[in-house]
């Protein structure tokens, strides 16, 4: 579902820059928020797990932002 909102938003201000971008941040943050609570609420979050989420989301940001 998540997905699909991000594409429809991304598609819906394709003309827009500024909004995209806006929405690619949204998405890395609650893609690293997601991910985080979830290891947070097993019990298995260690500072190697946040790191992976971090640089991963980061990665996906800069990938997605100079393509815009």
Same mark, same amino acid.
């Given at each position: 579902?998540?997905?699909? %909102?991000? %594409?429809?938003?991304?598609? #819906?201000?394709? #003309?827009d &820059? *500024?909004? =995209?971008? =806006?929405?690619?941040?949204?998405?890395?943050?609650?893609?690293?928020?997601? %991910?985080?609570? *979830?290891?947070?609420?097993?019990?298995? $979050?260690?500072? %190697? $797990? +946040? +790191?992976?989420?971090?640089?991963?989301?980061? #990665?996906?940001?800069?990938?997605?932002? &100079? &393509?815009?």
């Open positions: 579902i998540l997905a699909i %909102s991000i %594409s429809f938003l991304l598609f #819906f201000y394709r #003309f &820059t *500024h909004i =995209q971008r =806006q929405v690619i941040y949204l998405a890395s943050g609650l893609y690293l928020g997601w %991910s985080l609570w *979830h290891h947070y609420r097993r019990g298995d $979050i260690t500072a %190697s $797990i +946040m +790191m992976e989420y971090l640089l991963l989301a980061l #990665f996906a940001l800069i990938v997605v932002t &100079t &393509t815009l």
